[in-house]
C-alpha cells in the first residue's frame, strides 16, 4: 500500500515564477490538505480538499491556489513567488468519508526561491 | 483562537536516559491530539494520537496520555535510543479539519 507521495522533491525558482506541485493520497482517502512549512516552524495549514472543492483555506495570499482531481490527487499553485515562499511543502492526506481524522504525511517538496 | 505550546529545545539526552517532552493547548471544544516526528530531511510520520480525555496513545516505546483537566499531551519514554533523535511535534485537529501544530522540538540523544 503506497504512501502519500510527492513530486518533485527538490525545486528551485527564481522571483516572480510560478510554481505547481503535485500531490497523490494514500490509497483509500478523499481529502487532501497542504502545509508549509518553513526552516526551524511548525507546518501551518495553508488549505484542505475534499470532492474537489476547497473545504477550508489557511491565512495564505490568494497567489497560493490548488485543484484536486476526480482520483484524489491534488495540485498546489504559487503564483508571482517571493523570496519568503521558499520552504518544505507538505501534503498530508486523510479518510473523511470514513469519519476518521489522523492525516498523514508525504515527503515533501522543498522549494528554493532565489 | 486554538493553538499548541511545547517546550524549547534542543533536549540532549544521553543513550537510555528517560525522555519527556512537554505539550500543551488552547481549544474551544475536544480535539483530537498527535504527536509527529520528523527525521532530517524528510516529512512528519505520525508517533501516536489520543481522541479523547484519559486516552494514552502509544507507539514504539513512546507515549503521552490525554488530559483535559491540565489541557496537556506530554510526550514520553523511557529509554531514548540514538536513533530517536528528530524533531517532535505536538498537534491538535477537530474532525476533518486543519491540524494545528506547535513549533516543535529538537531531541538530540548521545551515545
Known amino acids: 500500500d503506497a504512501g502519500v507521495t510527492q513530486s518533485p522533491t527538490h525545486l528551485i525558482k527564481t522571483r516572480g515564477q510560478q510554481v505547481t506541485l503535485r500531490c497523490s493520497p494514500k490509497?483509500?482517502?478523499?481529502?487532501v490538505s497542504w502545509y508549509q512549512q518553513a526552516l526551524g516552524q511548525g507546518p501551518q495549514f495553508i488549505f484542505q480538499y475534499y470532492e474537489e472543492e476547497e473545504r477550508q483555506r489557511g491565512n495564505f495570499p490568494d497567489r497560493f491556489s490548488g485543484h484536486q482531481f476526480p482520483n484524489y490527487s491534488s495540485e498546489l499553485n504559487v503564483n508571482a513567488l517571493l523570496l519568503g515562499d521558499s520552504a518544505l511543502y507538505l501534503c498530508?492526506?486523510?479518510?473523511?468519508?470514513?469519519?476518521?481524522?489522523?492525516?498523514?504525511f508525504g515527503p515533501g517538496t522543498r522549494l528554493l526561491v532565489l | 483562537g486554538d493553538s499548541v505550546t511545547q517546550m524549547e529545545g534542543p533536549v540532549t539526552l544521553s543513550e537510555e536516559a528517560f525522555l519527556t517532552i512537554n505539550c500543551t493547548y488552547t481549544a474551544t471544544g475536544y480535539p483530537s491530539l498527535f504527536w509527529y516526528v520528523q527525521y532530517p530531511g524528510e516529512g512528519l510520520q505520525l508517533l501516536l494520537k489520543?481522541?479523547?480525555?484519559?486516552d494514552k496513545g502509544s507507539n514504539k516505546g513512546f507515549e503521552a496520555t490525554y488530559r483535559k483537566e491540565t489541557t496537556s499531551f506530554h510526550l514520553e519514554k523511557g529509554s531514548v535510543q540514538v536513533s530517536d533523535s528528530a524533531v517532535y511535534f505536538c498537534?491538535?485537529?477537530?474532525?476533518?479539519?486543519?491540524?494545528?501544530f506547535g513549533t516543535g522540538t529538537r531531541l538530540q540523544v548521545f551515545p
Open positions: 490509497s483509500g482517502h478523499d481529502t
Open positions: 489520543a481522541t479523547k480525555a484519559d
Open positions: 498537534a491538535l485537529s477537530f474532525v476533518n479539519d486543519k491540524l494545528i
Open positions: 498530508a492526506s486523510s479518510p473523511t468519508t470514513s469519519g476518521q481524522e489522523t492525516q498523514y
